[in-house]
């Protein structure tokens, strides 16, 4: 539209201005989400993440946009910047918690929402690209500024830049982050199951006086030699399916808590260690020791004159099973360990082909120590009939089917809470 404004002496005003205008025609602009960030907040929404929209666009604009990428449902509030201004503190902390966009908004408005957030005990991340957004990344737990259409000034204060300027990949760092999160829960799972059968043999020898059932040099090859590729191996799985639709962890949550003690020690360490400690005591059943209370203590002897008495010699070849007993159950309690809840079946069983090298790792540095006779002096190590190998490997199955036991009882029981919270929902009480 257009007028031809005559000389005002008073000056002129936007309401003087805008009136009696001749209309010439409609330009429409669009510049619309890209398609992937629909996926992007649907990913959001089910992991507990919020998407709190802060922009200078008109109300209606902002609105349409926020419903079509899926960043609000119905019902949504829509602040414009004069609202906000005129909210005290605690309306605004009121506005929050439910859905809300704001529009027609100030760079400032957006530090005073971030305030808001935090103090009610929000994680924030922030997105900016202007001069004037960089206190609000700089108040923000994590601001990201765009690395393309952003300013030195807002990556200056960001503490993360996003090369792409892309929502969706900020998205695809949570899930990333999530990812490398379970995975040092794993191997530490992984690494503690095993600690506990390196633990017991040495408190049973203390309490009972009997013949202790892993030696020293052996548990150093547990932890600095069959155990340290697998453990590798576990820090590279893929994310699991369902990651993204678990709630945030708390700020507080520590990786090595209740849960995982109580899974590494009390369940997965104490199944392995009575499979250990059952081939320990079948080799020397077999070897027709029924008594070993009253035995002489062949490990106090060196391992050279352990050799050469039969009670010393089955002792070697007890440990030797003990030995090989950590192993084989490792492997059983690293595919357990692969998942928290997902079935190791729905998540792949062979897509993790770096956890199968260290299987072959551990298995072949094994062999070396117990049938090359340098190594067998220095890890006190003997070979026992290959029949033995057969008990060995159903060690691996029966952990792991124990584990995957115990994680569909566990996926049941959160499904049956899960249902139970939406038919409160549903009929309130």
């Known amino acids: 539209a257009r007028r031809v404004l005559p000389e005002r002496p008073n000056g002129y005003s936007v309401d003087w201005v805008e009136r009696e205008l001749t209309f010439l025609g409609l330009m429409a602009m669009q510049d619309p989400p890209r398609p992937e960030v629909a996926e992007a ?3 959001c929404r089910t992991a507990g993440i919020r998407i709190i929209m802060i922009t200078g666009d008109y109300g209606l604009t902002a609105e349409s946009i926020a419903r079509r990428v899926g960043m609000v449902g119905e019902g949504a509030r829509l602040v414009s910047g004069a ?11 009121e506005a929050l918690k439910g859905e809300v966009i704001f ?4 760079p400032e408005h957006k530090l005073r929402v971030v305030t808001a957030l935090k103090d009610l005990g929000e994680i924030v991340a922030v997105t900016g690209d202007g001069v004037n957004d960089a206190p609000a990344l700089k108040k923000a737990h994590i601001g990201v500024a765009m690395g393309i259409a952003g300013t030195d000034v807002a990556k200056e204060a960001a503490s993360m830049i996003l090369l792409d300027d892309n929502f969706a990949s900020i998205v695809n760092a949570i899930e990333e982050g999530r990812a490398v999160y379970a995975n040092i829960r794993k191997f530490t799972t992984y690494i503690f199951t ?17 013949p202790l059932a892993l030696v020293v040099m052996q548990v150093l090859a547990v932890d600095l030699g069959t155990d340290l590729v697998p453990a590798l191996a576990l820090g590279t799985e893929k994310p699991e399916p369902g990651l993204m639709d678990r709630p945030p962890r708390g700020p507080k949550d520590r990786i090595v808590d209740r849960k995982l003690i109580l899974r590494a020690f009390l369940w ?25 209370f009253h035995l002489p203590r ?5 391992y050279a004159q352990r050799l050469l008495t039969p009670e010393g010699l089955t002792y070697v070849m007890a440990t030797t099973m003990f030995h090989a007993g950590v192993i084989t159950t490792q492997i059983g309690n690293a595919y357990a360990c692969r998942t928290e809840r997902t079935s190791v079946f729905k998540a792949g069983f062979f897509g993790n082909r770096f956890l199968l090298f260290g299987f072959a790792f551990e298995l072949a540095l094994f062999a070396v120590m117990i049938y090359l006779p340098p190594f067998q002096s220095l890890f006190e190590e003997h070979p026992f009939p290959l029949s033995y190998w057969a008990i060995l490997f159903l060690y691996p199955p029966v952990m792991f089917l124990a584990e995957e036991g115990r994680k569909a009882i566990m996926r049941r029981l959160e499904r049956s809470r899960a249902s139970k919270r939406s038919q409160l929902e549903v009929h309130p009480v």
Do not use: H
């Open 41 to 43: 907040a649907g990913k």
């Open 83 to 93: 609202e906000l201004d005129a909210m005290s503190d605690a309306d605004l902390s």
């Open 103 to 106: 529009a027609r908004a100030a």
């Open 194 to 210: 095993s600690n506990t059968p390196e633990a017991w043999p040495f408190i049973l020898q203390i309490v009972l006086n009997i």
């Open 268 to 292: 997965l360490g104490s199944l392995q260690t009575a499979l250990c400690f059952a081939g320990f005591f079948f080799v020397w059943w077999m070897m027709g020791y029924r008594d070993l």
């Open 298 to 302: 062949p490990d106090l002897l060196p």
